[in-house]
């Protein structure tokens, strides 16, 4: 196997692993029709300025695709639960230790994640409610100061349920090619 | 499939439609696809592995496209490609899109006319 193949496939650990296990030789085979057409001295140069870039764009992209993607967490409860305490806690500790009341700080910081746990599940089990407690437990969760926590939470419901149509829609019956 | 699904998905990303009209005449593997594409472009677009396998595996999800089995010339050809062609859903997309194009074009040359002659720049 070339060095150039070998460090390309490498390199495809920037993608997710689901990614790498549905296209990873597809991408390795791509790459070595390139390197096989355009290859050799300066081309073997070009292509590599070509595909370093295209793999550091979409790699991020993916990440960012399978980070969001609800699916990618509701069937890993135990994971997703030590990332929502985690992240909780920390809004927990913040609201409490500024505004001094325990209470409030329980229903900012762990309410949300309640919320959101809740509607993951309802999601799972296709009961109606789902998008509503989700996207609640999303914008609940946001106060002025935790606007990352906010965006991060509201992603993950509206781009990776609402824009895919998994959330409050049927899947897409198969169409038959003509 | 609703019609209302076909509106939802355009304007198209200029890879997806890129990879729509590169299986317009028939199924291709990847290389193929990205060889398809280059052609089209002039040579202006060359779509990495990244780019065309990210957005193969989206319009799988969309429906757009459906692996196959099929093979042009199974003696010639390497069995391990996968090959992918275009849906009914896939193909009717692509005609909308061309549609929304041709309308766009078709203003943008009639705005471009009466930009020329407010401008008094016809003849030059």
Same mark, same amino acid.
């Given at each position: !196997?070339?060095?150039? $193949? ?17 296209? *990873?030789?597809? !991408?390795?085979q ?8 355009? *290859? *050799?001295?300066l ?5 590599w300025?070509?595909v370093?870039?295209d ?8 990440? !960012? ?5 609800? $699916? ?6 135990? $994971?997703?639960? &030590? ?15 500024n ?6 700080g ?33 914008? *609940? ?26 959330i ?8 038959? &090619?003509? | 499939?609703?019609? @209302?699904?076909?509106? #939802?998905l ?18 291709k ?6 060889? @398809? +594409?280059? +052609? ?17 595996? /989206? ?7 459906? @692996?196959? #089995?099929?093979?042009? #010339?199974?003696?010639?050809? #390497?069995?391990?490609? /996968? ?7 896939g193909?009717r +997309?692509?005609?909308?899109e +061309? ?14 006319t009466?930009?020329?002659? /407010?401008? %008094?720049? @016809? %003849?030059?």
């Amino acid at each position: !196997m070339a060095l150039s $193949e070998r460090a390309y496939r490498a390199l495809l650990v920037a993608y997710p692993s689901e990614h790498r296990r549905l296209y *990873g030789d597809s !991408m390795i085979q791509l790459f070595r029709d390139r390197i096989r057409r355009d *290859g *050799g001295g300066l081309g073997t140069l070009n292509v590599w300025v070509q595909v370093g870039f295209d793999l550091v764009v979409s790699a991020f992209k993916e990440r !960012m695709a399978a980070l969001l993607a609800i $699916e990618a967490w509701t069937g890993r409860w135990w $994971e997703a639960s &030590v990332v929502l305490l985690t992240v909780n806690s920390m809004v927990f500790g913040f609201t409490f230790t500024n505004s001094g009341h325990l209470g409030w700080g329980i229903a900012t910081g762990f309410a949300p994640a309640v919320l959101l746990l809740t509607g993951l599940a309802l999601r799972n089990s296709h009961r109606r409610g789902a998008t509503v407690l989700l996207t609640v437990a999303s914008v *609940g969760a946001g106060f002025a100061w935790w606007v990352i926590y906010t965006v991060v939470l509201a992603l993950a419901v509206v781009v990776g349920g609402f824009r895919s149509g998994r959330i409050g829609h049927e899947p897409r019956e198969p169409v038959a &090619v003509t | 499939m609703n019609p @209302e699904n076909i509106v #939802d998905l355009l304007p198209l990303p200029v890879a997806q439609l890129h990879i729509l009209l590169a299986l317009a005449d028939g199924e291709k593997h990847g290389y193929a696809i990205m060889s @398809e +594409v280059e +052609v089209m472009t002039g040579g202006s677009v060359t779509m990495g592995p990244g780019t065309l396998y990210g957005t193969v595996k /989206r319009m799988l999800n969309s429906r757009l496209l459906e @692996e196959t #089995d099929e093979r042009p #010339d199974p003696v010639l050809d #390497d069995q391990r490609r /996968r090959y992918y062609r275009l849906t009914g859903f896939g193909a009717r +997309v692509l005609d909308a899109e +061309v549609a929304r194009m041709e309308q766009l074009a078709g203003t943008a040359e009639r705005k471009r006319t009466v930009g020329i002659r /407010r401008l %008094g720049l @016809e %003849g030059r």
